[in-house]
């Protein structure tokens, strides 16, 4: 049974990669589609690849940034028949750390101009194509498809539904903009993009972004300062190594920018090319550097994970893991860690220490191996934020069905290693190794939460080369096992425990049940991903779990078979739900409050409203805690109330590329998230991970006023 719960705890770590590889379906449904089902000789028309992709996962653009590859489709045409080149809509940013990548997520149509021949015989012809394209959530896969396609060739006939994707594609692709003045000019130490053109007159500009068409003319990820007056625009903008010896030629991008004009707000995309070396206005850079889509009047971007040094980080990575071990979310393990220091008063004082030592390699080599994992998605250019292991459904059932399996032990149903009556007895190696997986265990439970000081050094850590990263998640580890350390290597702690009796038998059955609570709350976090259908599955698997545990009892040659049977039912079970399709999850049912955007949070602030934005998730316990609490107040109802703010939620239970890249924008290593715009405009306050309903007062009053 040890290496039953090592397996479970194996499965749910690698719970992305399994949910991928176990399933053949591809994550990109594609299709060749056209706006025409017949088509008259010497006419030009659309053919087009559409993706439909998985939710949370992403295809790329033209330039896929940091890391990535575009995608490509190749027509085989007959001859005589030409094709001109894609058309690429506006991309979207998806950041983390120091790396930032454009593409695509949900759907995408990319068509191609197609010119028939004079001469065109009439008749059906089918036209084939290859497409290859690159998708990525936790892993990137490399896919491709042969696609084709049958059309007549005779009078001109529309295909509705193709015309319909073709023209929305054609819609949110940039605007050509020929004879708009653009210069680029600059060296490594920064890049000046100057635009001048009438469109900008009039309008309040947010969001501004530009993507040039090559990849390494710019720093991706950096921010993008942006100065607007009247027709001109000003965006400073690190150099990329293309650009770092001076701009030698000119480059051709995409400006891409929410425009208020009057009391209409559109999302507008524009392409030019700047000319190099050229500066086609004087407005001065912004002192200090405003990001683009800030408030230019004051507002204050939000606090960067580089402004802390690495000894900080190292101080509050440190102070983070030791607070952990007072947050809910680690109350269940730290059960299991109190049954194991009642255990050792018995035990050799140099055995005591080397559980102690044990129990801590099992925390710190489970957030070095957390750290590398997240090192590896910001290397691909992919989200990685603290928790969103929990995301995967696979990894919070199969956490479910472990803490079960926890609960029937310290019950007396079956045993998992020495007993209680043993420790000491010269039974060692279980002993160990149940310290090891305790301290492992101890880690995957505190994902859900974000103890105060843990979002700077997280946020850092992000942003650092691999040997820094990693030595932030030891800070963490020795953080988290301090406590326990300190207890078996000082004989004075261990005196203060009582002495082992037959007390100790009742102690640990009633520590079953702080298990069976923390089993409970991931089912309820299991059908907020998979709805009742998830639930179901669950269910099965812990019948199937409790069926093996009887099965245990059995001897001979049908005792074992009927185990092993029963085993394998569990992980069969488990494994449905990484095949399941997340739900799509609301607003909460709440009426005051909404489900969040960026554009809902400027259209409220236009409005002369303050905002409170809560990045949340089912899984998360501060979350919940923060919700009952200070969120649920009277006192802060009222205040929201009485101020008028508009109250978004962004719900982060299941993968959501788009609040992934706000969290990270913001210096977050992960939820919960707290900001509080100012009314009118500017940037927001963040608020720390655990609220009080005097800091929700006082920041709602600071956004007033």
């Known amino acids: ?71 490509r489709l190749d027509l085989d045409l007959p001859d005589g028949w030409s094709a001109g080149g894609m058309i690429w809509p506006a991309p979207h ?22 010119t028939v021949p004079a001469n065109a015989a009439p008749g059906p012809l089918t036209i084939t194509a290859f497409a290859t394209w690159l998708v990525c959530e936790d892993i990137c896969i490399p896919e491709e498809a042969d696609l084709t396609l049958t059309l007549q060739i005779g009078e001109t006939a529309v295909d509705r539904a193709g015309e319909a994707l073709i023209a929305q594609a054609l819609e949110l692709a940039p605007v050509e903009a020929p004879d708009m003045r653009a210069g680029l000019e600059g060296d490594s130490n920064g890049l000046v993009l100057t635009l001048s053109d009438p469109r900008f007159a009039g309008a309040v500009l947010s969001d501004v972004t530009f993507y040039p068409h090559e990849s390494g003319v710019i720093d991706h990820a950096a921010d993008q300062a942006l100065i607007h007056e009247g027709e001109d625009l000003r965006i400073d903008v690190a150099s990329g190594y293309l650009s770092r010896n001076g701009v030698d030629q000119p480059r051709t991008g995409v400006l891409v920018y929410t425009a208020q004009r009057g009391d ?81 008063r018995g035990a050799e004082r140099n055995e005591a220490r080397t559980l102690g030592l044990v129990f801590a390699a099992g925390v710190i080599g489970t957030f070095l191996v957390l750290g590398g994992m997240l090192l590896v998605l910001r290397v691909a250019g992919l989200p990685a934020l603290w928790g969103m292991q929990l995301q995967a459904p696979l990894v919070v059932a199969g956490l479910a069905t472990l803490m079960f399996l926890i609960g029937l032990n310290l019950l007396g149903v079956f045993e998992i290693g020495t007993s ?43 942003t650092q080369p691999a040997l820094a990263s990693l030595t932030i998640f ?56 998979l709805g009742s259908s ?38 069969g079970s488990l494994s449905v739900t990484a095949r399941m399709e997340p739900v799509t999850r609301t607003a909460p049912g709440q009426s005051e409050w909404a489900q969040w955007s960026d554009s809902a949070v400027l259209e409220a602030q236009a409005a002369g409203r303050p905002v409170f934005v809560d990045f949340t998730a089912a899984w998360c316990v501060s979350c919940q805690v923060n ?71 006082r920041a709602i009053n600071d956004a007033v006023n």
């Open 1 to 71: 049974m040890t290496r039953l719960l090592a397996l479970l705890l194996i499965l749910c770590s690698s719970a992305p990669a399994l949910a991928q590889f176990g399933s053949s379906e591809p994550m990109v449904d594609a299709a060749l589609v056209s706006d025409r089902t017949s088509v008259a000789p010497g006419e030009t028309f659309y053919l087009a690849l559409h993706q439909q992709i998985t939710p949370g996962w992403h295809t790329y653009w033209r330039n896929p940034g940091d890391s990535g590859e575009p995608t």
């Open 93 to 114: 940013s998806y950041d983390l750390g120091p790396l930032s990548n454009y593409g695509y997520s949900a759907e995408v149509t990319l068509p191609a101009p197609v």
């Open 264 to 344: 209409a707000w559109t999302e507008e995309a524009v392409e030019f090319t700047a000319r190099n070396g050229l500066r086609v206005n004087e407005l001065a850079a912004a002192m200090p550097a405003t990001p683009a889509g800030s408030d230019e009047e004051g507002g204050q971007p939000a606090p960067a994970p580089q402004s802390i040094g690495f000894l900080q980080a190292a101080g509050l990575a440190l102070l983070g893991g030791l607070i952990l071990n007072l947050m809910p979310c680690v109350f269940p393990v730290l059960s299991m860690k109190a049954l194991t220091l009642v255990e050792k």
């Open 420 to 462: 209680l009556q043993s420790v000491g007895s010269g039974v060692k190696d279980s002993g160990r190794r149940g310290a090891f997986l305790t301290g492992v265990l101890a880690v995957f439970v505190a994902a859900p939460c974000l103890a105060p000081f843990m979002t700077g050094a997280l946020a850092f850590a992000l």
């Open 474 to 529: 030891v800070f963490l580890g020795v953080g988290l096992a301090f406590p326990f350390v300190l207890v078996s290597f000082v004989p004075g702690l261990l005196n203060l425990l009582p002495r082992p009796g037959p007390w100790m038998t009742r102690f640990r059955e009633i520590l079953a049940f702080p298990m069976f609570a923390t089993a409970i709350w991931l089912v309820w976090v299991l059908s907020a991903q």
């Open 534 to 571: 998830g639930v179901l599955w669950l269910m099965l698997a812990l019948l199937a779990v409790s069926f093996t545990v009887w099965a245990l009892r059995l001897s001979g040659a049908v005792g074992r078979v009927m185990v092993v049977a029963g085993v394998l039912m569990t992980l």
């Open 627 to 697: 919700k009952l609490g200070a969120l649920s107040d009277g006192q802060v109802k009222a205040a929201f109330a009485e101020q008028n703010v508009a109250l978004f939620r962004a719900d982060f239970t299941n993968r959501d590329s788009v609040i992934a890249e706000a969290l990270a924008r913001h210096g977050s290593a992960g939820v919960p998230l707290y900001l509080v715009y100012p009314a009118e405009s500017g940037e927001p306050e963040i608020l720390p991970p655990l609220l009080t309903s005097g800091i929700v007062i």
